[in-house]
């Protein structure tokens, strides 16, 4: 008898050894993922089925559904200024809900307070990553970028990538009658671009 009662013990001992790794292995492997979504002017492309913010939204969305249901995930807007969506959480629907309800704007971006943004809000001493859907219209040095964040490009390879990144307009000093008018044109694609800017006041070009 205290022959099988010491097997016994040393059986549940065991069984609650394996359980308790079991339990921490799980917490060791929970990941903190900042999901971050480009609604920037560019986004409104329409290269890509539909435009490049809903074939985002959609990649996005197939890309939580395979985490780990243990994953922590926060949402981050990168329009004209950085903002934070959902925090920390393990309640997908939520977060779904608030991609769902994102909007391209004809805005410029900041993509380096965007990812520093994403950044600061992930634990310390945790695994954690930021990533980034994005039609790369952007000036950042992707070699730059912190070994935690991932770009997932959305743009069709070759294909156009311009856009007006800046617009001035301001009466002449000497002439308030006389405008001076300053465009910039940045070209995001991966190739050389030659293209017309057609400029319209009112109904005259």
Do not use: C
Not at 19 to 40: H, N, P, W, Y
Not at 68 to 75: D, F, S, V, Y
Not at 178 to 199: A, D, G, M, P
């Amino acid at each position: 008898p205290e022959l099988l009662l010491f097997l016994q013990i040393a059986l549940l001992t065991l069984l609650i050894m394996a359980l308790a790794q079991f339990l921490l292995s799980r917490k060791e492997k929970k990941e903190f993922i900042v999901i971050v979504m480009d609604t920037t002017a560019s986004m409104q492309a329409t290269d890509l089925i539909s435009n490049r913010l809903a074939v985002a939204k959609k990649r996005a969305q197939e890309f939580i559904k395979e985490l780990p249901e243990n994953t922590q995930l926060a949402l981050v807007q990168a329009g004209k200024r950085p903002q934070l969506i959902a925090n920390f959480s393990d309640e997908r629907s939520y977060l779904l809900i608030r991609l769902k309800a994102l909007t391209a704007a004809d805005v410029r971006g900041n993509e380096t307070a965007v990812l520093e943004l994403a950044n600061s809000i992930l634990p310390t001493q945790t695994q954690g990553r930021v990533i980034f859907f994005t039609d790369g219209a952007f000036e950042l040095d992707l070699d730059s970028l912190p070994q935690t964040v991932e770009l997932v490009p959305l743009h069709k390879k070759n294909s156009r990538n311009l856009a007006i990144t800046s617009f001035e307009l301001r009466a002449r000093t000497e002439d308030s009658e006389k405008y001076e008018l300053l465009v910039k044109v940045t070209n995001f694609s991966l190739q050389k671009e030659r293209f017309s800017l057609r400029l319209w006041l009112g109904q005259n070009p």
